[in-house]
RNA sequence: GGAGGCGUCGCCUAGUCCGGUCUAUGGCGCCCGCCUGCUAAGCGGGUUGAGGGUCAAACCUCUCGCGGGUUCAAAUCCCGCCGCCUCCGCCA
């Protein structure tokens, strides 16, 4: 959700980041309509009540007559009251609907247009050369690491189980990058996975992509698609100290996805799946501190990749790929052999104070107190293992083990196929 | 799953039975000022948050876990929900 102030105040920067994201303007003018409507719908309901409370104090002091009188005029105010009040509701209502319309404010220098129109930063790496290319579910299988055929027979499709140096491999990379967060000052969290509607709302995610959601109708919970669901919710509601800096949590949680929207996309082996896991790293900072903490999270990212040695490109993504709470967004994406293209790994998403806003998440000031910023960026997930298989195989089959990741698979420098 | 208890402005707490004088009491902590060689103590004032309003104030509305209801009037009565605690049952 939008500041309202900056509505008021700026409508021609809200105007010109909706152009950026491909949207409708229009949406600012009634706004600010709206947002007329409802000040004066309000300002009527209280002076009202104001009255009304005046005279709620003369009652119980009169007698008789005067009493009876007195009592009339008040039921009669009371009715006035209610139905101005319901005016009022109806009026903020309409605003707020319309307020979570637009998406943040796109920050400046973002690349504008569609998913397509993204642009390149850097390349990092070298991409491997490699006569004969198996894909990471051939590699995965010769390795027995990977069984999709019984993650579809116990779960369907778009499950797998993770078996042998399988499971090795994502554990080791997990707690790599756990061990790198806590190495640069974050708190290492196991989140809940199971959350409230308020708290998969507030984070943004029951609009647009809602059918993107697992939702246990049971419960009332929803199934969380990233720990910066919990991790923007940890502090919900709560004014928060942020003077010796930025509060950073290093999120370790399984992500589900429904996938709804993506039919015979990405189909074969791990790439796209509805459960993996994922380490997060999430920052509560000053708004005016976010842009600097944004690029020191782009850094962490590439400091991870680079110890699993893995080829990758950095995008900036443009702003109608934003989605409705970046502000600005950076992707690390990985090569991948098998396709000859890359493949998004990480990405870090600037929200100013778009999440906090909903959430309540403030912090306090010299005179009263303001929301915060949030920012979230990949620090490892399931789907790095195809990058790792694809990027470090070798003619025969076997894999080369990033000298990072050998503490956790028992020193080994090469996993080699199982015969 | 069963039974009971609880939720008040940072923390603790009075108020809830019996609706109006609650504009929510007191203490602790914190902030400002006064006083006192320093410190401690003492004295006076301030101290939930949100939205309006103002040059700034004054001031107005909302806020006693959340939402609804009854009433001229709700911290107080009624209903629903959420959270916490105790005991029992079940369980990794």
Redesign the pocket.
């Known amino acids: 959700m939008l500041d ?2 900056v509505i ?1 105040e700026d409508p021609d920067r809200l105007r010109a980041s909706q152009r950026a994201r491909g949207e409708d303007d229009q949406i600012v003018s009634q706004l600010l309509a709206a ?1 007329e409507a409802r ?1 004066e719908q ?2 009527r ?3 009202l ?2 009255e ?6 003369q ?2 002091k009169a007698q008789g007559e005067q009493k009876q009188a ?2 009339g005029k ?2 009669q ?2 009715d006035e ?2 139905q101005a009040q319901a005016a009022a ?1 109806e009026a903020q209502r309409e605003l707020e609907q319309l307020a979570i319309v637009p998406g943040n404010l796109v920050e400046e220098g973002v690349p504008s247009g569609g998913e397509e129109n993204f642009v390149e930063l850097r390349h990092v790496g070298h991409k491997p050369q490699l006569e004969k290319v198996r894909d990471h579910l051939e590699l995965g299988e010769l390795l027995r690491a990977i069984d999709v055929p019984r993650g579809a027979k116990v779960s369907g499709s778009r499950f797998y189980y993770l078996t042998g140096v399988g499971a090795q491999l994502e554990l080791g990379l997990l707690n790599l990058a756990m061990s790198k967060a806590i190495e640069n000052g974050f708190t290492p969290v196991i989140t809940p996975t199971l959350v ?1 509607p308020e708290i998969m709302g507030g984070t943004g995610f029951l609009g647009a992509h809602a059918e993107e959601v697992y939702w246990l109708e049971a419960d009332d919970l929803y199934l969380v698609g990233t720990s910066e669901v919990p991790l923007a919710g940890y502090h919900a509601d709560e ?1 928060i100290d942020l003077a010796d800096g930025p509060i950073r949590y290093a999120g370790w949680s399984a992500c589900y996805r429904r996938e709804a929207g993506s039919h015979g996309r990405d189909t074969r082996g791990i790439i796209r799946v509805h459960q993996f896991h994922k380490v997060e790293m999430f920052s509560y900072c000053r708004e005016e501190d976010s842009r600097d903490e944004h690029r020191r999270l782009l850094t962490w990212e590439e400091e991870m990749l680079a110890a699993v040695e893995i080829p990758y490109r950095v995008i900036d993504v443009a702003a109608g790929d934003l989605g409705s709470s970046a502000a600005r967004k950076f992707d690390c994406e990985a090569w991948l052999p098998s396709q000859g293209r890359y493949m998004e790994v990480t990405s870090t998403s600037n929200c100013t104070t778009f999440q906090a806003r909903r959430l309540g998440i ?1 912090e ?1 000031t010299d ?4 929301t915060v910023a949030t920012l979230n960026g990949t620090l490892a997930t399931t789907r790095w293992i195809v990058a790792i298989l694809e990027n470090h195989q070798q003619p025969d089959g076997s894999v080369h083990v990033p000298e990072a990741l050998r503490p956790y698979l028992g020193g080994r420098r090469l996993l080699e196929p199982v015969t």
């Open positions: 309202l102030r008021r947002d000040r309000l300002s309901f209280e002076a009540r104001a009304q409370k005046s005279l709620s104090k009652i119980p007195l009592l008040a039921k105010l009371a009251v209610k509701d409230r004014i403030r306090r005179n009263g107190t303001r």
